[in-house]
T-cell receptor
Framework: DSGVTQTPKHLITATGQRVTLRCSPR?????VYWYQQSLDQGLQFLIQ???????AKGNILERFSAQQFPDLHSELNLSSLELGDSALYFC?????????????FGPGTRLTVT | GESVGLHLPTLSVQEGDNSIINCAYS??????FIWYKQESGKGPQFIID?????DKRQGQRVTVLLNKTVKHLSLQIAATQPGDSAVYFC???????????FGTGTRLTVIP
């Protein structure tokens, strides 16, 4: 158990809908990272927050947004969902920001768009 | 648990043999490299890391080798065990940048 929690574990929704994925980092970790893992693209970095502020942005679509709240939990919002958004979404947390800080991954949320 | 059915390179080894998993990275400026293990139904888990000022680092049963000349990274697992069966990812990062870039991954299957 990494100490990172993600809810829900599974999510099934229809195209065009909007969903929110939630992540609680390990106690004491200030950074939260979001990743998408799909069949044909491996693990793709989406976005990172550190202590409430956006710090890095990867291949995140405009239909997706995220935020980190004062209690350090984070939410990833996915809107106007398309079939291609079906994937595993992972959250990771670390104490600091930068590649040398070990990232601890949550168990993921499996999103299925039908 | 569920896992994504990635179309990955695969490596099958006999239990007790050594495994070597390879990774090519792309960014010459990357100075930090990490190997992750992802078991079915779980998130990636840190195994070992190496900085660009090193060419070898050893952990418990694992060794990472870095060849910056050809931008190649490898993970060696000694005396492979059934519990080592998983997907292994390399990741690269650059000091001053906050995110990691992950490789495609290799699925290791250990045959008892």
């Amino acid at each position: 158990d990494s100490g990172v929690t993600q809810t829900p574990k599974h999510l099934i929704t229809a195209t065009g809908q909007r969903v929110t994925l939630r992540c609680s980092p390990r106690s004491g970790d200030l950074s939260v990272y979001w990743y998408q893992q799909s069949l044909d693209q491996g693990l793709q970095f989406l976005i990172q927050y550190y202590n409430g502020e956006e710090r890095a942005k990867g291949n995140i679509l405009e239909r997706f947004s995220a935020q980190q709240f004062p209690d350090l939990h984070s939410e990833l919002n996915l809107s106007s969902l398309e079939l291609g958004d079906s994937a595993l979404y992972f959250c990771a947390s670390s104490v600091g920001t930068g590649p040398s800080y070990e990232q601890y991954f949550g168990p993921g949320t499996r999103l299925t768009v039908t | 648990g569920e896992s994504v059915g990635l179309h990955l390179p695969t490596l099958s080894v006999q239990e007790g043999d050594n495994s070597i998993i390879n990774c090519a990275y792309s960014n010459s400026a990357s100075d930090y490299f990490i190997w992750y293990k992802q078991e079915s139904g779980k998130g990636p888990q840190f195994i070992i890391d190496i900085r660009s000022n090193m060419d070898k680092r050893q952990g418990q049963r694992v060794t990472v080798l870095l060849n910056k000349t050809v931008k190649h990274l490898s993970l060696q697992i000694a005396a492979t065990q059934p519990g080592d069966s998983a997907v292994y990812f390399c990741a690269e990062g650059e000091t001053g940048a906050n995110n990691l870039f992950f490789g495609t991954g290799t699925r290791l299957t250990v045959i008892p």
